[in-house]
């Protein structure tokens, strides 16, 4: 079993995807230990409570103190993996590196292009012939670190901006889960093989 800690401010869309998919009966070793939010009005919200999630809600009257707390409830959930999924804030560079190599995120463009806010509507206005989605490893910078998946689709002559919104989130909530499946899978076994080595007969 290994745990996924998810990480959202807005609606929930790729919350719930994860969720549903981590509740199929070949995923179900694996566990969303908690959501961690910064608004406690988000939709996301109600999207926990109504799968029995936990909801971790901080304030950020200031950066240092929300990670504070943020870090003291990841402390008791342990979770394996985090999973950033429309979470509004830029995590420090302490943060990251505490957690380093284990904060995914998903970023509705085709990085490098794109990084950052609105990156759709960045997309669609900038004439985008390909638009697309990318799962990423976060480091210290915006939307930058190491890709672990990129899917895309070419643009149609009929797409509006709100067609192409419709089928980016479409290949979000397709692939993300599958990406932190994948990875939680690759966390239990890995841990398993360990667990088989100090059980292992060196004579
Ligand atoms: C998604 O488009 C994701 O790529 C971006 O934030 C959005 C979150 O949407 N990082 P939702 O809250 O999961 O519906």
Redesign the pocket.
């Known amino acids: 079993m290994a745990k996924l800690a998810v990480f ?10 994860i969720a549903d998919f981590l509740s199929r009966p070949e995923a179900q070793r694996h566990t969303i230990v908690c959501l961690v939010t910064d608004r406690l009005d ?3 919200v109600s999207k926990a409570a109504s799968r029995n999630i936990p909801v971790v809600a901080v304030r950020y009257i200031s950066r240092a103190a929300a990670e504070d707390l943020i870090i003291q409830e990841l402390e008791k959930y342990q979770p394996d993996l985090i999973a ?5 804030r830029i995590l420090s560079t302490d943060f990251v590196d505490r957690y380093s190599t284990r904060i995914l ?4 463009s085709l990085l490098p292009r794109h990084a950052g806010l609105n ?2 509507q960045q997309s669609y206005a900038a004439g985008d012939q390909e638009l697309g ?1 990318t799962i990423h490893y976060v480091d210290h910078g915006l939307d930058s670190g190491p890709v672990l998946l990129q899917r895309c689709f070419a643009r149609t002559s009929d797409d509006t901006e709100a067609k192409v919104e419709r089928r ?2 479409k290949l ?1 909530h397709e692939y ?1 889960p599958q990406v932190i499946h994948k990875l939680l899978d690759d966390i239990d076994a890995e841990r398993n093989s360990l667990d088989a080595k100090q059980f292992t007969r060196e004579d």
């Open positions: 959202a401010s807005g609606t929930g869309s790729n919350f719930a995807a988000a939709k996301v950033l999924a429309g979470f509004m995120n998903i970023h509705p990156a759709i989605i980016i989130h979000e993300y």
